[in-house]
């Protein structure tokens, strides 16, 4: 806290490794099993957080006004693949994302326009394509709290950015 306790802040970073998970990997069929249980997928979480709060307004004729802000952010990535293989569920190398997010995309034309089929329905490329990742690339909030003597309102804004996700309602 600094200025006589109106202004703060506060940081942090973290690092978290977790495995080797169990992980069912599959066999040929010629073993007599098609799937062999190991310890082989380890992944790294990373992320840091910030926060600023400060009381712009303290005991004005009994009114005061506190405010926080935050940012926050992580990823998480595959540290260590099961031995021998260079790819995890088709799309995943060692150091990718785990939530790279894959799916049918619409087929466009070059200036981005879906193409439709006879019907009228939308074309979907049969490839599944990358889409983007499905955690956000950050998030935020900003709360305010107003007070007057022993009433107080408190009042929160908060938001995630980036990210994606598919809706085709």
């Keep these: 806290k600094f200025l006589g306790n109106r202004l703060g802040l506060s940081a942090t970073a973290f690092q978290y490794v977790d495995g080797p998970r169990v992980l069912a990997n599959p066999v040929s ?4 099993y098609i799937t062999e249980y190991i310890n082989a ?5 990373t992320g840091y957080e910030a926060s600023l709060s400060g009381s712009p307004v303290q005991n004005l004729n009994g009114f005061g006004w506190d405010v926080l ?6 990823k998480e990535v595959y540290d260590e693949l099961p031995v021998g293989q260079s790819e995890y569920q088709t799309f995943f190398k060692q150091g990718d994302r785990t939530d790279k997010f894959y799916g049918t995309a619409f087929v466009r034309t070059p200036n981005g326009q879906i193409i439709n089929d006879a019907a009228g329905k939308p074309l979907t490329n049969p490839v599944r394509q ?9 998030n935020w909030s ?28």
Excluded at 29 to 32: E, F
Excluded at 69 to 74: D, H, P
Excluded at 130 to 138: D, E, I, K, R
């Design 29 to 32: 069929t010629a073993t007599g």
């Design 41 to 45: 997928l380890k992944t790294r979480k």
């Design 69 to 74: 802000a935050n940012w926050s952010t992580f």
């Design 130 to 138: 990358f889409l983007g990742n499905l955690n956000s690339n950050y």
């Design 142 to 169: 900003i709360y305010n709290r107003f007070h007057y003597k022993s009433l107080s309102l408190g009042v929160q804004f908060d938001g995630a950015v980036g990210g994606v996700t598919t809706d085709y309602m």
